[in-house]
């Protein structure tokens, strides 16, 4: 191997250790995904306009998870390298903080949900029709993420500290309650009465409830990683410093990120053709989730490795393994984009489009979504193991914070809303738009990553 490739020569069992830390993380996202795919499936037998409604009462929701992403991201990036210096009570500390913060944002979100559901929807699309569909199930879903945000938390933490099979387990049975709830109440199903669009919301409800229950079992009989209670309910002024140094950029990204993604659909609401472009970009955006799963897998293993070897004082090595990481995301994205091309000609198009009972252009459109996805995937694995897998692990918060944000706010979206609303471009035009932004990053994650400048003990602020 050349020197300019030696990075990649790493220690025996490392590359299997890479493996056996991403593949629950993986299946985890799989699980999760593939049920967000099943409430697709599932709303889309009633018609059309009611997969569509759900599409866009999930851009709040999105945004909430990306929160609840943020604030697990931010506690990983401290968990991880307590974790490398096995300071148990310091990981309790930061858990603690993360319950708190995780627990009132979702507060707030059930309260706007609750009593003004439709204000909120009317952001996103101007269609009164969608508006009302949509309208119960976000009141009934906004109430659930107050029990996935202390589970998220919680599952975080003990991904944190390489045990991502928990989390796995724990979104294997909600997954399996929901797809049933959903079976059962939308369609009223075993004497229960047809619901539609609030029985996939009730649905939601259950399955996170049963999480938070799991979670508190698991919890009380842990002898891996026991919390320290008075740490966890007294986290202390230092360590809420340090949350706030190294999670609130990570929050802010996230919700950043998640306003500026979800601005996508309030262009897509706001288009001549926007019933239609909305159910193809629902479909098309299950189908990639589920492809994508693996990359969000590699980034948390990523986080992981990477976020414990800084702790442990690697810092020197810690800089290959970041660019090993990368290389072997680059190449997973371009297998999962051949896989995601195959799977939608091969299966998804010919054998399950037509159930969703789509227009002929929605169909259409659809595919455009797809192949544009696919085309971008080595890109997009490229840009997000770099930033939410190696520089933030490494605690480089504000350099990932710019990479992520500046190509979204400046480049995408406006291109996204000049060629679809002002141009009235055609729909390959708009995707490529809205793809662009993992391109613009490439460059720039590039630079940080060989600068070697990203490599930060947070637990010695």
Request: aromatic letters at 8%; a positive charge; glycine letters at 10%.
């Amino acid at each position: 191997m050349s020197k300019r490739f030696s990075y990649l020569q790493q220690p025996r069992g490392f590359y299997k250790r890479v493996f056996f830390l991403a593949l629950p993380v993986v299946l985890q996202n799989l699980i999760t995904t593939s049920l967000g795919f099943m409430d697709t499936f599932m709303v889309g037998l009633l018609g059309s306009e009611e997969m569509s409604a759900v599409t866009v009462a999930n851009t709040p929701i999105f945004i909430m998870q990306l929160l609840l992403f943020g604030l697990q991201s931010g506690s990983g990036v401290l968990i991880s390298q307590y974790w490398g210096k096995n300071d148990r009570a310091s990981i309790s500390r930061v858990l603690g903080i993360g319950l708190y913060a995780a627990l009132g944002i979702a507060s707030l979100f059930a309260l706007l949900t609750a009593f003004a559901p439709a204000r909120i929807l009317g952001l996103i699309t101007d269609n009164q029709r969608l508006i009302a569909l949509a309208a119960p199930y976000l009141r009934i879903v906004g109430v659930s993420y107050g029990f996935d945000a202390l589970a998220s938390i919680y599952i975080g933490m003990q991904r944190s500290t390489e045990n991502p099979v928990f989390g796995m387990a724990v979104f294997m049975t909600s997954t399996a309650v929901n797809t049933l709830g959903n079976y059962i109440l939308i369609f009223g199903k075993l004497g229960a009465p047809a619901l539609g669009i609030v029985g996939a919301a009730t649905a939601t409800l259950t399955a996170r409830v049963l999480e938070l229950v799991i979670c508190v079992v698991y919890l009380l009989r842990d002898r891996r990683l026991p919390p320290v209670p008075r740490c966890v309910l007294c986290p202390g002024g230092a360590m809420l410093r340090s949350f706030i140094k190294y999670s609130t950029p990570v929050l802010t990204n996230e919700t950043l990120w998640g306003l500026g993604t979800s601005m996508y659909t309030a262009i897509m609401g706001h288009m001549r053709i926007s019933t239609d472009i909305i159910a193809a970009y629902t479909v098309a955006g299950a189908i990639d989730r589920v492809i994508v799963a693996a990359v969000f897998g590699l980034a948390a293993a990523a986080g992981v490795i990477v976020g414990k070897e800084v702790g442990s004082g690697n810092r020197d090595g810690v800089q290959d393994i970041g660019r090993a990481l990368c290389f072997v995301a680059l190449c997973l994205g371009v297998g999962i984009g051949g896989t995601e091309q195959a799977l939608y000609w091969g299966a998804v198009r010919p054998a399950l489009l037509p159930l969703f009972h789509l227009s002929p252009l929605a169909a259409r459109l659809c595919s455009t979504l797809v192949c544009c996805y696919s085309a971008m995937a080595p890109v997009m694995a490229f840009a997000t193991v770099v930033i939410v897998g190696v520089l933030r692990a490494g605690g480089d918060v504000r350099a990932s914070l710019l990479i992520d944000l500046i190509p979204l706010w400046c480049v995408a979206i406006p291109l996204t809303a000049l060629t679809a609303l002002a141009l009235d471009a055609p729909v390959v035009v708009v995707c490529v738009a809205m793809t662009s932004e993992s391109a613009f990053k490439l460059v720039p994650g590039l630079l940080r990553l060989h600068s070697g400048k990203w490599v930060h003990d947070v637990t010695s602020a």
